[in-house]
């Protein structure tokens, strides 16, 4: 995955850069990185490493796969939660299924009517290596009213009690690895049993012009599970993730709507916390979508 290139510069000297690739069939991104690896450990299911990349700061990935990078993390994190937060405001209890890296929980406890979080991550050394490495995604751990499990998330799911939570965010990696259960019919019918009659599903989509045909199986199994009109795809840019263009999916047990919601609250609320991204005019655009993913979405 790494690759050395000389550089011969105008003085003559010779200097060596070293690049991280994450290489897919036919396409691949590079970053440059300092060299100096600053994690690097193989767990029960993945192998965890953190590299220190030029552009975009410190960089975790997963079996060879960009996770998340210091300076774009904002994008996902804030998008995974905010807009589900700002369409459910009755939410009390939140689970996140994944998400080591911390984002999406750090996020999430802005909330202040948040009762309950729960984060169920598989893989310790993802937290150990977040918390040493990317400390401003894992920043809220020790929080008192997270409560972290190191536990398989599919297990979880089953053993939890019918209509437990409001809002359920799926904060998977791709659908190879650990974690490919998180991407199954079976695995969704137990998320839409757990959450409350106006409970929410969100999961991060993958990208619908990378891997078009992931994208339409994954819209067409929540459609069956949750109903043809409660299930919403939104978009975000992310430019360390392929194409650059991410979607997520928002998918209602009862009739909670993403379009409506307190905007006057939204946009208060991202200026109060200072949010880089989400506000209320990328909440509502966001779900604007072009005609190549509509067409997609309704291939089936
Ligand atoms: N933002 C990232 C992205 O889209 O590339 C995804 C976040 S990454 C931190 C996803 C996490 O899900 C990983 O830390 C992985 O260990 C965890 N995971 C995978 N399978 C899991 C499972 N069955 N239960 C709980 N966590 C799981």
Known sequence: RDASAKTIEADGSITRDVWFTERDENIALSLKHTGNQLYKKDSEYQRVEIYETLAYGNMLTLDGMVMCTQKDEYVYHEMITHVPMFSNRAAKRALVIGGGDGGTVRELLRHEQLEEVTLVEIDELVIEACKLHLPETAVAFDNPRLNLLVEDGIKYIKECADEHYDLIIVDSADPVGPGEGLFTAAFYKEVYRCLTKDGVMITQSESPRFNSAVFVEIYDTYKKIFGQDKVHCYLAAIPTY???TWSFSY???GSASPLQFD???AAAFSRKEGLKYYNEAV????????NFVKELLNTK
Not at 283 to 290: D, E, S, V, W
């Open 251 to 253: 998918s209602a047990k």
């Open 283 to 290: 909440h509502m655009a966001a779900f604007a979508l072009p």
């Open 263 to 265: 905007k006057e609250a």
């Open 242 to 244: 392929p194409t650059g």
